[in-house]
């Protein structure tokens, strides 16, 4: 079973920056989509940015797009999702999910279709 684990996030001013990861363990398909998405409180859950396990990159909220970047590190087993330029609004726990088997490229995964979860990371900025 594929197993998520986040790290990161914390407190910030608006205008600062985070980083934040999340390290996969016990794929077994050789393909699989996996990104963040974040969850603020009273408000659903809302895909951030997401990509395939080969580095493609299929979506960014439009919220965040020119601020925050997806990305793999070379061994492509740890994702990460840099976050510049924060908002208030951004505060949430993000989280990451993937699934595997499915091609996420011809159209935008919808959070419930993602099977498995890390336990999240809150993030909070402050205005």
């Known amino acids: 079973e594929v197993t998520l684990v986040e790290s990161g996030g914390g407190s910030v001013q608006a205008g600062g920056f985070l980083r934040i990861s999340c390290t996969g363990y016990?794929?077994?398909?050789?393909?699989?989509?996996w990104g963040w998405f974040r969850q603020a409180p009273g408000k659903e859950r809302e895909g951030v940015a997401t990509?395939?396990?080969?580095?493609?990159?299929?979506f960014y909220a439009n919220s965040v797009k020119g601020r925050f970047t997806i990305s793999l590190d070379n061994d492509k087993t740890t994702l990460w999702l840099q976050m510049n330029s924060l908002e208030p609004d951004d505060s949430a726990i993000y989280s990451c999910?993937?699934?595997?088997?499915?091609?996420?490229?011809?159209?935008?995964?919808?959070?419930?279709?993602?099977?498995?979860w890390g336990q999240g990371t809150q993030v909070t900025v402050s205005s």
């Open positions: 999910a993937a699934v595997e088997g499915r091609t996420c490229v011809d159209r935008v995964l919808r959070p419930s279709e993602y099977i498995y």
């Open positions: 016990g794929f077994t398909d050789s393909r699989y989509c």
């Open positions: 990509m395939t396990n080969f580095g493609l990159v299929t």
